[in-house]
């Protein structure tokens, strides 16, 4: 059992998909996402992210496709609402110097909450966010997780594909 979950992040990456933080299944695993009804691996698949569907355990495989994976606390907890917004200020600077360092053009938030404690503001749209993040373009992301029942499967593809289209567009820009 691992307890952690690595990042799995490289240079010059089209998008890193940050999770608020991992879960017990993930950390226990040691692999993103790794919840039996965690829908990210599905939901990247059927948004053209991956030509098919990734398994948690070969979440290493991400990098083939140009993106990678990390979380803006790296406390494991049974759910997101067990942070303290001291834990998002605590990790903030570090985590936005791994954002510059690895470059990527887009920074995709899981969730509104993470980049709401990170930057301050209260009132944020899905999808592209007028403000860059270490000096990547932001993008919003419903959270994929068991948990939040407020998207279906049909409506987290419909807006992970709209960041798909927007890096297929910034590749041929």
């Known amino acids: 059992m691992s307890e952690k979950v690595e990042d ?6 089209a998008v890193i998909f940050c999770g608020i ?3 017990m299944t993930a950390a226990a695993q040691g692999h993103h996402f790794a919840g039996r009804g965690n829908r990210f691996w599905r939901t990247l698949h059927l948004a053209g992210f991956t030509p098919e569907q990734v398994q948690p355990e070969d979440d290493r495989a991400i990098l083939r496709y140009h993106c990678g994976l990390t979380a ?3 406390r494991p907890t049974a759910s997101a609402d067990q942070l303290s917004l001291h834990e ?3 990790a903030a600077a570090e985590f936005e110097q791994k954002i510059a ?7 995709a938030f899981l969730g509104k909450a993470a980049y709401c404690a990170l930057s301050g503001q209260r009132d944020i749209a899905w999808g ?10 932001v993008w919003i992301l419903p959270n994929p997780s068991g948990r939040n029942r ?3 499967l049909e409506q987290l593809v419909t807006a992970y594909r709209e960041l798909r289209l927007a890096v297929d567009e910034h590749r041929r820009g």
């Open 72 to 74: 803006v606390v790296q």
């Open 88 to 90: 998002f200020t605590a």
């Open 150 to 152: 407020g998207f279906s």
């Open 101 to 107: 360092r690895h470059a990527p053009r887009f920074v």
């Open 21 to 23: 933080n991992p879960g």
């Open 8 to 13: 799995i992040l490289a240079g010059q990456l």
């Open 128 to 137: 592209l966010q007028t403000k860059t993040f270490g000096n990547a373009s």
